[in-house]
């Protein structure tokens, strides 16, 4: 791991962006690094468009500010998928997206030359696992398969911290699978 590692979330009010991001910088500490978490708002409602930040570093993080070149980029929405998404890319910088279409459409359709795209239908993961298309720990999953920022086991003990009985199991299950089943190109 580099000593810092931005990452940048884009999703949409209660689809789990900034309660991800939050999982991702917990398991960062659980680790002994040092972490920042937080969210950028625009209008405060159900489907409005969002952005959650965090930071690892095994060493102090001395910025604090927003992630403006982000060394991974985690799009829980395929709708989002845009100017917005792309903004401040490095040749570098990893993108993991839920959506169906592969990492050479989504290369395409963003007119991106990343050496990685990550792509995992979370959605539908998701559904098939809770019933409900709640993507962020999926999405999860698939960002630690791209990254190695953290240890899965990390992320696993937090989210046993956070949820309990039925809730608990699916987030394990489908972090578990969206690690096995993200497709990289």
Avoid: C
């Avoid at 950028?40 to 910025?63: C, H, N, Q, V, Y």
């Avoid at 559904?127 to 409900?132: D, F, H, R, T």
């Avoid at 993507?135 to 899965?152: D, E, H, R, V, Y």
């Amino acid at each position: 791991m580099n000593n810092l590692s931005e990452i940048r979330f884009h999703g949409r009010g209660g689809q789990g962006a900034w309660t991800a991001s939050l999982l991702l910088a917990q398991a960062g500490l659980y680790e002994g690094k040092q972490i920042q978490s937080f969210p950028a708002f625009g209008p405060e409602r159900a489907g409005a468009p969002l952005t959650a930040f965090t930071r690892i570093s095994d060493k102090p993080i001395l910025i604090h500010s927003n992630v403006y070149e982000p060394d991974f980029i985690v799009v829980l929405d395929s709708t989002l998928l845009g100017s917005s998404v792309i903004k401040g890319i490095k040749k570098n910088t990893k993108i993991i997206i839920n959506s169906n279409e592969s990492p050479k459409d989504i290369k395409n359709k963003l007119n991106i030359n990343l050496n990685e795209v990550w792509v995992i239908d979370a959605t539908s993961l998701s559904l098939s696992i809770m019933g409900l298309p709640i993507t962020n720990t999926a999405m999860l999953g698939s960002l630690i398969k791209s990254s190695n920022i953290i240890k899965l086991d990390s992320l696993i003990s937090v989210v046993k911290e956070r949820f309990s009985g039925k809730i608990l199991e699916q987030n394990i299950e489908l972090i578990k699978k969206a690690y096995e089943q993200v497709v990289m190109g």
